[in-house]
């Protein structure tokens, strides 16, 4: 468990009071003074800002200690909602959650290489809009979208610096110019970063636990969460565990790093070894035009069923992938990591599996304390729902990160 700071009265005060009623709710105003070690009158004023912003609400239950009942408080869970969009190579996935996590709705289009950066706008724009008004969404209800896909990118400036099979929205101003297109805030983040806040918000984790999250979808990356807010480091681009080189001189990543984990234990590449390997893909029904996502699928399937070479090439990964697990924990000194992504909507229980093995034997704390490692209850729309919870944190809990401000008229 992390340790407790004592907290002030500041702009992280609200922050503070939002994660205790998310994670501990039902909880009362005293409750929370001595939670935060913050005065009766500080927690009475944010409480009170909160239920005027309609974040919080009391829920009309009452505990009785002896003296006064005490009124319990809740997040209202319909007093907001976010949307995040997950850029794939060949598909975007839209999903919009509620105050509390809970995702509301959900589409997933296919969206081929758009030839203009103009054209990746207007389908960005065409999903957000057909989602939100579909659910009949209240423009104002909507506090922002956050569009998500692997790194590196730069927060700052609302830029994907370089998405693999999409060239073309490499240093498009897309934050900017989308949020002009559709008058809501856009964020513009990382796949690996958004998943481990939505696992984070969405599972009522106390903000005293150090929280990790594993995610893999075409290449591996990382999150972690301290004190409630996600460690980000100099420009947004940590956790790149990826890119940890596993192999002395193996072969060049296109990050410029040479042997990195994804490079050997990454589902692209699994499904290339699989292709490479005589009669495998034919037997498996792997076609060459298939996209990597299908293909791992269908080879992942193959080793759950028991296929002895598809077994093989997962096992192999997993192994990686837990001395992966291992560097992130010893690291952070990790008390829970969630594995999250697409690689793991199908074979994900014999990667937990192995994780917990290796972190059991081997952790540098073991002996202190366990680290608990979990599946994600939808690990293929983590990283969306990671970017509504993104949008959701930065408005109704800000001190977190990216804040959520309205466009400029």
Excluded at 8 to 16: C, I, M, V, Y
Aim: charged letters at 20%.
């Amino acid at each position: 468990m992390a340790r407790r700071e004592s907290a002030a009265a500041g702009p992280g005060s609200r922050a503070l009071v939002v994660d205790l009623i998310r994670s501990a709710g039902p909880i009362s105003r005293v409750e929370l003074v001595k939670a935060t070690g913050l005065t009766q009158p500080t927690i009475s004023n944010i409480v009170r800002r909160l239920i005027d912003d309609d974040v919080v609400r009391e829920t009309g239950a009452t505990v009785a200690t002896g003296g006064k009942p005490r009124t319990m408080l809740v997040i209202n869970s319909r007093s907001a909602y976010g949307v995040g969009i997950r850029v794939g190579a060949d598909t975007l996935t839209c999903v919009v959650t509620d105050t509390r996590g809970g995702t509301i709705g959900r589409e997933l289009v296919s969206a081929p290489p758009a030839e203009k950066p103009e054209d990746v706008v207007a389908q960005l724009a065409a999903l957000y809009r057909d989602v939100t008004h579909g659910l009949g969404l209240l423009p104002q209800s909507v506090v922002g979208l956050a569009v998500v896909g692997p790194g590196p990118v730069d927060v700052a400036r609302g830029r994907f610096l370089a998405l693999p099979g999409l060239e073309q929205w490499a240093d498009l101003d897309l934050g900017q110019t989308l949020t002009a297109e559709l008058g809501v805030p856009v964020l513009v983040d990382c796949d690996a970063a958004a998943a481990a806040v939505g696992e984070f918000w969405g599972r009522q984790v106390s903000r005293e636990r150090t929280f990790g999250c594993l995610y893999m979808n075409s290449g591996i990356g990382s999150g972690v969460v301290l004190d409630g807010a996600l460690h980000r480091g100099a420009s947004s681009n940590a956790g790149e565990i990826g890119h940890v080189s596993v192999v002395r001189d193996g072969a060049r990543c296109r990050c410029g790093n040479r042997g990195c984990l994804e490079l050997y234990a990454a589902p692209a590449a699994l499904v290339s070894r699989a292709r490479a390997t005589p009669g495998l893909a034919d037997r498996l029904g792997i076609r060459p035009d298939d996209q990597y996502a299908r293909a791992f699928d269908v080879l992942a399937r193959a080793a759950i069923y028991g296929d002895g070479q598809a077994r093989a090439l997962i096992d192999e990964s997993a192994l990686l992938l837990a001395d992966g697990a291992m560097t992130l924990s010893n690291l952070w000194d990790l008390d829970t990591l969630v594995l999250a992504g697409p690689g793991f909507a199908v074979a994900g229980s014999l990667y937990v599996t192995e994780i917990r093995r290796r972190l059991a034997g081997r952790a540098f704390s073991r002996g202190l304390h366990t680290v608990q490692v979990d599946l994600s209850s939808n690990p293929r729309d983590s990283a969306a729902i990671g970017g509504a919870a993104l949008v959701l944190q930065g408005s109704v809990a800000p001190g977190h990160g990216p804040q959520v401000s309205a466009p400029q008229s």
